[in-house]
């Protein structure tokens, strides 16, 4: 087991590279399966979730090569005999369900575990199986495995309760190849949903409206291989921009644009930070004290919700009270106590959290409950008194390549350790 270790109280400054977009790569992996021949990749970010992908896509039965240091990846899944998701890789990375979508569309049947509870929520998938069914796809639970096999899917109008984002990104495979037009209504906005519309169109399939809410797919007969290069992570922007803000650091975030973080830019300035965009990217200046404001998390483009445990770190320490409310998942506040661990005062009433700021946090050893809780963990890490360890950092290996790396570049005093019990 390993722990990161932080010494608090340096401002942030220097440049930092942008990771490819985790939500992003594993969507446009699983869409590699609807191929009949190899697609080549960049910018596929090294990270757990990234190897857990390639571990179930070859178990499927695909060939994955890698290149240099993992500067680009072919997959080849033709002809895939072994259409099943088991559990134990499921129960580690729920983002394997969107393996349905591609197996149903090209062998119409797949076998999937149901991935079950999650830290930061129930996050269930009848949404994914709803949608299915409507496209004809005959669905049974059986054994915690969802069974489901369709003779040719059907395209159907498709109205979302509840924008989902892998909802929207499995259906939307799905539908590439099947037979007539699919309309998704109450789609999912996000970048990595128009990132993973753009490869798709580039295999031969016909996706229009992708970044609205409202995508049309005309089924075709089949894909080919295509090359793509991934887009940046803007979720690890956008922690690095409330990074830069916090420790009061000024920081030059590269290969980075606004396009997709106005929600958040916003926001920052509202406490304080001083954003700005030129050629090389994106700076961040972080002011004296950061003015406590209010959050709501909204799915894209409101405030993302996967930027809400790294912005309460930020109010922990900001001048005033501020009301952070997640509507998105009904667990996700669990960093909340770790904060106050570290001195916070934080009062969870519901689906809103009241923050107010106190002069400054102690170092404390703290426990990461899930992805982006341990990013906010380590971000008041960087502005506390003293030392704080950050345990169970396998949660922060899934989702952000090297970070501990990517921070002591930028003056922060972080390491990485071996838990000795
Ligand atoms: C995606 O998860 C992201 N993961 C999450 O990022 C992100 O937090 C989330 O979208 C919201 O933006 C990937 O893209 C791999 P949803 P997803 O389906 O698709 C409910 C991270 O940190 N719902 O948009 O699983 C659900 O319970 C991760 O990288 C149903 O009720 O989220 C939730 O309340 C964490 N039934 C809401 O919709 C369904 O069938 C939004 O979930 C599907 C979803």
């Not at 030129?278 to 930027?307: H, S």
């Not at 922990?316 to 409310?325: D, K, P, Q, R």
């Not at 008041?380 to 396998?394: C, F, K």
């Amino acid at each position: 087991m390993q722990k990161i270790v932080i010494e608090g109280g340096r401002p942030l400054k220097g440049e930092v590279e942008i990771s490819g977009s985790k939500n992003s790569a594993l969507p446009i992996l699983f869409a590699s399966l609807l191929g009949n021949t190899s697609v080549s990749l960049k910018n596929i970010p090294h990270l757990r979730d990234i190897d857990t992908t390639l571990r179930l896509l070859e178990k499927l039965g695909a060939k994955i090569k890698k290149g240099f240091r993992f500067s680009s990846l072919e997959v080849s899944a033709n002809g895939l005999r072994h259409l099943e998701a088991p559990y134990d890789l499921v129960r580690t990375m729920r983002a394997s369900v969107l393996v349905m979508g591609p197996l149903l569309a090209k062998y119409e049947r797949a076998r999937v575990s149901l991935p079950g509870g999650c830290a930061i929520g129930a996050r269930p998938i009848n949404l994914h199986l709803k949608a299915f069914e409507q496209m004809g796809a005959k669905i049974s639970i059986e054994g915690g495995y969802v069974e489901a096999k369709a003779k040719h899917l059907q395209g159907a109008r498709i109205n979302f309760e509840t924008v989902t984002v892998t909802g929207t990104e499995n259906v939307m495979m799905a539908a590439t190849l099947a037979k007539g037009e699919t309309v998704l209504e109450n789609a999912a906005r996000e970048p990595e949903v128009i990132d993973l519309a753009n490869f798709l169109n580039k295999m031969g399939a016909k996706v229009y409206g992708a970044g609205t809410d409202t995508i049309i797919i005309d089924g075709v007969d089949e894909l080919k291989g295509a090359e793509h290069t991934v887009i940046p992570d803007r979720i690890e922007m956008g922690t690095f921009m409330m990074a830069a803000a916090l420790t009061g650091g000024s920081v030059l975030i590269k290969n980075a644009d606004l396009t997709f973080l106005e929600a958040l830019r916003v926001k920052l300035e509202e406490t304080g930070a001083k954003i700005s965009q030129n050629t090389q990217g994106l700076r961040i200046e972080g002011p004296k004290t950061l003015k406590a404001i209010d959050i709501i998390t909204a799915p894209f483009p409101g405030f993302a919700t996967d930027f809400q445990a790294q912005f309460m770190a930020m109010m922990a320490v900001a001048h005033g009270t501020s009301v952070i409310t997640e509507t998105i998942f009904e667990n996700r506040f669990m960093h909340a106590q770790e904060l106050v661990r570290m001195g916070a005062d934080i009062k969870i009433e519901g689906k809103t959290a009241v923050v107010k700021g106190v002069k400054k946090l102690s170092g404390a050893p703290v426990m990461a409950s899930d992805l982006r809780a341990s990013a906010a963990l380590i971000l008041a890490g960087l502005v506390a008194e003293g030392l704080t360890e950050v345990h169970r950092i396998y949660h922060i290996d899934r989702g952000y390549e090297n970070i501990e790396k990517k921070f002591r570049k930028l003056g922060a005093r972080i390491k990485r350790a071996k838990v000795k019990y």
